[in-house]
Every structure is written in structure tokens, then in C-alpha cells.
Nanobody, 125 residues
Framework: QVQLVESGGGLVQAGGSLRLSCAAS????????MGWFRQAPGKERQFVAA????????YYTDSVKGRFTISRDNAKNTVYLQMNSLKPEDTAVYYC??????????????????WGQGTQVTVST
């Protein structure tokens, strides 16, 4: 069973930065793409960013391009989300997820089959 544990969330002022981490269990971490999603109150969970197993390719939703950076350290079984220039609309619970081996997409919740418990990010004005 794969376990994903997020950390690094918190309260930050608009314009500030946070770095989220997601530690994964298991010995095949580098074989799987990883993604970050977020869910604001009353809204559906939405895709934020994804990274391939080797880290050579990354994908972002338009609203975070140029502000967020996804990366991974396969030696540490950890994926990161560096969030800069944060805005109040970035407020949400952020989830990391492991992508299925048998899917072609990166941006749908259905492309992922393991999820962390989430970490709250709150951006104040």
C-alpha cells in the first residue's frame, strides 16, 4: 500500500511563498509521475501541477504558471511544490497524488489512484 504524506502548508500573506512537500512510501517512487491538486471550499478538486517519474517533464494549470514549480527528489521519495507570489485565490487544501501506470493523462483526478490526506494553504490579503 502506498502512503503519501504532505507537509508545509500554513498561513501566508499575499505575495509570500510556501513550499509543500509530499513524502511517499515504497521503493518504486521514480517509476511514477506525481501530481498536486487543490480544493477550495465549495469547489471541485482541481489540477495544479504534475511531474514525470524522471522529473524531465512538468505540467501546470494556467493560473499557476510562472509562480509555482513542481520538482522531485527520487532519492528521498519526495515531491515538492514551490509556491511563490501567492494570491488569496490560491487558498485551498493541497493534495499530492501518484499517477496510475496505465493512464495517458496528467490533469484529471481519474489519472491518479493514490492520494495524500491534504495540507491547508491559506493566503491572506
Amino acid at each position: 500500500q502506498v502512503q503519501l504524506v504532505e507537509s508545509g502548508g500554513g498561513l501566508v500573506q499575499a505575495g509570500g511563498s510556501l513550499r509543500l512537500s509530499c513524502a511517499a512510501s515504497g521503493r518504486t517512487f521514480s517509476a511514477y509521475a506525481m501530481g498536486w491538486f487543490r480544493q477550495a471550499p465549495g469547489k471541485e478538486r482541481q489540477f495544479v501541477a504534475a511531474i514525470t517519474g524522471s522529473g524531465s517533464n512538468t505540467y501546470y494549470t494556467d493560473s499557476v504558471k510562472g509562480r509555482f514549480t513542481i520538482s522531485r527528489d527520487n532519492a528521498k521519495n519526495t515531491v515538492y511544490l514551490q509556491m511563490n507570489s501567492l494570491k488569496p485565490e490560491d487558498t485551498a487544501v493541497y493534495y499530492c497524488a501518484r499517477r496510475r501506470a496505465t493512464t495517458y493523462g496528467y490533469t484529471s483526478q481519474q489519472d491518479y489512484n493514490y492520494w495524500g490526506q491534504g495540507t491547508q494553504v491559506t493566503v491572506s490579503t
